[in-house]
């Protein structure tokens, strides 16, 4: 069975305090791997997309890197706006279907 | 661009009610995709579109009726709700069959069943 595991479930950071958010997959045929990020009560915001172990994308702060078993999400000298819940999903087979992890709520303290 | 725009932005509702939510997207996507989210939870997909074709997610209750009028446009009818659908429900879009695809979502519409 196709599945998704997120690691930690929350994590508190301080300002500058650099860590990795943890994103751990089975899938039949991954065909792409997804980071993103979700402010409460509103719609999730598309960060990277990753297709192949190796691969490593960068967006201001946030760098994703793909292994055949698992992505890290690395934030560097976080600051409060980076607060959020952070989703990983895998898409695998031919539906095209996304497979959700629970997430990663990250808070960043001045 | 990437936007997918919802309407409404919140939504309060008796179980007897008939209502409509709405999504719309301009990026040319040809897959269109309900989701709910319940606090605290990640997306659970509902409905997909692609190529104007309907996939069901078998798990999801009849009073939802998913409308696809053309390929930009996405419509989720309601009626005769429970308190137990009260949740943000989210809609995506993505270019089509071809994989890997990206989903963008749009920001969601509050639901609330009293």
């Known amino acids: 069975e196709d599945q998704v595991t997120q690691s930690p479930e929350a994590l508190r950071l301080q300002e500058g305090e650099s860590s990795s958010l943890n994103c751990s997959y089975t899938?039949?045929?991954?065909?792409?791997l997804f980071w993103y990020r979700q402010d409460p009560g509103k719609g999730p915001e598309f960060l990277f997309t990753?297709?192949?172990a190796g691969e490593e994308k960068e967006k201001e702060r946030l760098k994703a890197t793909l292994t055949k078993k698992e992505s890290f999400l690395h934030i560097t000298a976080p600051k409060p706006e980076d607060s959020a819940t952070y989703l990983c999903a895998v898409q695998g087979g031919s539906q095209g279907n996304l497979i959700f992890g629970k997430g990663t709520k990250l808070s960043v303290k001045p | 661009d990437t936007e997918v725009t919802q309407t409404p932005k919140h939504l309060v509702m008796g179980m007897t009610n008939k209502k409509s939510l709405k999504c719309e997207q301009h990026?040319?996507?040809?897959?269109m995709y309900w989701y709910k989210q319940k606090a605290k939870k990640p997306p659970e997909l509902m409905f997909v579109?692609?190529?104007?074709?309907?996939?069901i997610n078998e798990s999801v209750p009849s009073r939802f009726s998913p409308e696809c009028p053309n390929s930009s446009l996405l419509n989720l009818h309601l009626h005769a709700l429970q308190p137990e659908d009260s949740a943000l429900y989210l809609c995506?879009?993505?270019?089509?069959?071809?994989?890997?695809?990206?989903?963008?979502f749009g920001p969601g519409t509050r639901l609330t069943v009293l």
């Open positions: 579109y692609s190529y104007e074709k309907l996939s």
């Open positions: 899938v039949s045929g991954l065909r792409g």
């Open positions: 990026m040319g996507h040809r897959a």
């Open positions: 995506a879009s993505s270019q089509g069959r071809q994989l890997p695809n990206t989903q963008y």
């Open positions: 990753l297709y192949s």
